[in-house]
């Protein structure tokens, strides 16, 4: 393994074939063979699997890798193995766009939960190893999802915890909620579960996603307990509220995000830096063709062009008139083409509806707006879908935050 000290080496092709690596900074004032003896010394975990490496080394302190992978690749590979240390604890997992963006980023999840077995079988589907299990986290309790991760994971690993809780207690668009709201507990039971595995396994950092309302005024004693509890773990607190399309993603989607990490990670981590570039609705599914309509009244024979190609049938009038929903209504809102889309995020008479204003949006165009991959599919009935993907954190921006997260504990290795 190469050692994280030498992300700085300077690649350079001297000759055809031939590749060499400067010596880091600190041997850089003296050409002394005890200086290039340690250098091999470092660099010998690296070259262990390959005998062909052996005496390598001249006078000009270039190694020669002819027949070897780049040197880049040996050190994210060094990268990936750190990374992947630490085992992701998923909480509230739902179909894990949250978990694929961690996955892209070079994490792993080794166990999740959600009481939702639709979003389960779905999580399941398209991640390896059917980590994903169906446990109702508030009826479980912490000591039940420790017990549960015990099985899973080897006390004394490294593991970080990430997680959605259910939020439509604090969402904005919930006009009538409270800050007595029963969900509104569930950060709290987030906590506790961190609290308890915390006694047997090595936590380095938390992340809690949820809607901006989180922040509003009649929830700020909610929000305040919320970062205290992650003080009294021993982590620093980060949160921020991020635009999904700020990160790649063709929505407008508000969410608070927290971190609690370790001091070691904290000193380096910060959000990830907004791109003012937005990826619109027309450039994602224009091209889509008509969906399948579905019916109550019979069984629906899958789209050929994705399985999760299929929506409402267009029963209204207005979706055959030039109606415009007011701006402030909840239904028949209609995206636009050239702008990133509204929030994906409504019951079965609130999916958005296409631009062209004949219809809903199907679950694949949705998937597609919240950023999952083409290769992604959800199982289960419509309703169940339309659940699953309005309740997803957008792959590309789980990412992005995901990276910030990797860059910060690697800047420590």
Known sequence: ????????????????????ISIPHRFESSASENQESMLKTELAPAMSDNSNLNNTFNHSHELNLDKFRDIEDIYCDAQERNIKKIKLVSLFCGAGGLDWGFKKAGFKTAIAFDFNKSAVDSFNKNHPGNVAKVVDIEKTGALGI??????????????????????????????????CDPRNSLPRTYLEIVKELMVEFKVHFLLIEN??????????????????????????PHYDIL??????????????????????????????VKKMKFRTVRQTIE??????????????????????????????????????APANS????????????????????????????????????????????????????????????????????????????????????
């Open 146 to 179: 420790l017990e549960l991760v015990r099985k899973k994971i080897k006390p004394g690993s490294d593991i970080a915890i990430i997680g959605g809780p259910p939020c439509q207690g604090f969402s904005l668009a919930n006009v009538g909620s409270k800050a």
């Open 211 to 236: 809607v901006s309302g989180i922040k509003a005024e009649k929830h700020a004693k909610t929000f305040d307990g919320i970062i205290q509890g992650i003080k009294e773990l021993g982590l620093v």
């Open 243 to 272: 635009n999904a399309a700020h990160y790649g993603v063709p929505q407008v989607r508000k969410r608070m995000i927290l971190v609690g990490a370790r001091p070691y990670i904290s000193k380096n981590f910060s959000f990830p």
């Open 1 to 20: 393994m190469v050692a994280p000290h030498y992300v700085s080496f300077a690649l350079s092709t001297v000759a055809e074939h031939r590749t060499t």
């Open 287 to 324: 091209n889509f063709p008509e969906p399948v309509f579905f019916e109550r009244t019979e069984k629906v024979k899958p789209s050929d062009f994705h399985p999760n190609h299929w929506t409402m049938k267009p029963r209204s009038e207005k979706f055959h008139s030039a109606y415009v």
């Open 330 to 413: 909840r239904s028949f809102k209609r995206i636009a083409w050239d702008l990133p889309s509204k929030t994906i995020a409504f019951g079965n008479r609130e999916i958005l509806v296409h631009p062209l204003g004949h219809r809903r949006l199907s679950i694949y165009e949705a998937m597609r707006l919240q950023g999952f991959p083409e290769t992604f599919s959800l199982v289960g009935t419509l309703s169940a879908q339309v659940t699953q993907v309005s309740n997803a954190v957008p792959p590309p921006m789980a990412k992005s935050i995901a990276l910030s997260l990797k860059r910060a504990i690697l800047s420590n290795a």
